[in-house]
T-cell receptor, first 117, second 109 residues
Framework: DTAVSQTPKYLVTQMGNDKSIKCEQNLGHDTMYWYKQDSKKFLKIMFSYNNKELIINETVPNRFSPKSPDKAHLNLHINSLELGDSAVYFC????????????????FGPGTRLTVL | GQNIDQPTEMTATEGAIVQINCTYQTSGFNGLFWYQQHAGEAPTFLSYNVLDGLEEKGRFSSFLSRSKGYSYLLLKELQMKDSASYLCAVNTGFQKLVFGTGTRLLVSP
């Protein structure tokens, strides 16, 4: 019954490593997102994809690369991890298109807590 | 730029009413959302306003004034389980949500 799921839930790794976080939604939604929530609990959008097409690409280091194999999946690959990448990463999804004036509720996954040592 | 302000923390007593304010100045506006986030969990959707006025949903209501760039979330008959962070977010276009820093609400017996 899980709507938006992420794996892993916890990820502890060393600086310089490369890691991936996976996200899947079974809601039949067309748009998926990645957010980063820092230690001060500030939630900031990183990317969004609509039907496998990149729509939003915020000012994020190019060490972060999203990949959408199909509209139900959006993965996040991070190269050369740095201490500042430690955060909780949330995946979300919403129904419908990504037009300028279109608004739909975003549903969040449980989050992946990344700790870089 | 985008600016969304909320109080950092509020406290209230079980059974009381609390109002959490949110003011915003954004480059675009396609609606305002309120989310609830318990510690260690995902944000969950509470309410959405795109037109001026009050939206009521059980113990929760949300108000919007677009001319003033202002919204509030009203929680009635507070329960202990309402202790959480409340996030105000504006859709600035293309489904991009810009979040405030959140208000941590502590409900005491």
């Amino acid at each position: 019954d899980t709507a938006v799921s992420q794996t892993p839930k916890y990820l502890v790794t060393q600086m310089g490593n490369d890691k991936s976080i996976k996200c899947e939604q079974n809601l039949g939604h067309d748009t998926m997102y990645w957010y980063k929530q820092d230690s001060k609990k500030f939630l900031k959008i990183m990317f969004s994809y609509n039907n496998k097409e990149l729509i939003i690409n915020e000012t994020v280091p190019n060490r972060f690369s999203p990949k959408s194999p199909d509209k139900a999946h959006l993965n996040l690959h991070i190269n050369s991890l740095e201490l500042g990448d430690s955060a909780v990463y949330f995946c979300a999804s919403s129904r419908g298109t990504s037009g300028r004036s279109y608004t739909d509720t975003q549903y969040f996954g449980p989050g992946t807590r990344l700790t870089v040592l | 730029g985008q600016n969304i302000d909320q109080p950092t923390e509020m406290t209230a007593t079980e059974g009381a009413i609390v109002q959490i304010n949110c003011t915003y100045q954004t480059s675009g506006f396609n609606g305002l959302f309120w989310y609830q986030q318990h510690a260690g969990e995902a944000p969950t959707f509470l309410s959405y306003n795109v037109l001026d006025g009050l939206e009521e949903k059980g113990r929760f209501s949300s108000f919007l004034s677009r001319s003033k760039g202002y919204s509030y979330l009203l929680l009635k008959e507070l329960q202990m389980k309402d202790s959480a962070s409340y996030l105000c977010a504006v859709n600035t276009g293309f489904q991009k949500l810009v979040f405030g820093t959140g208000t941590r609400l502590l409900v005491s017996p």
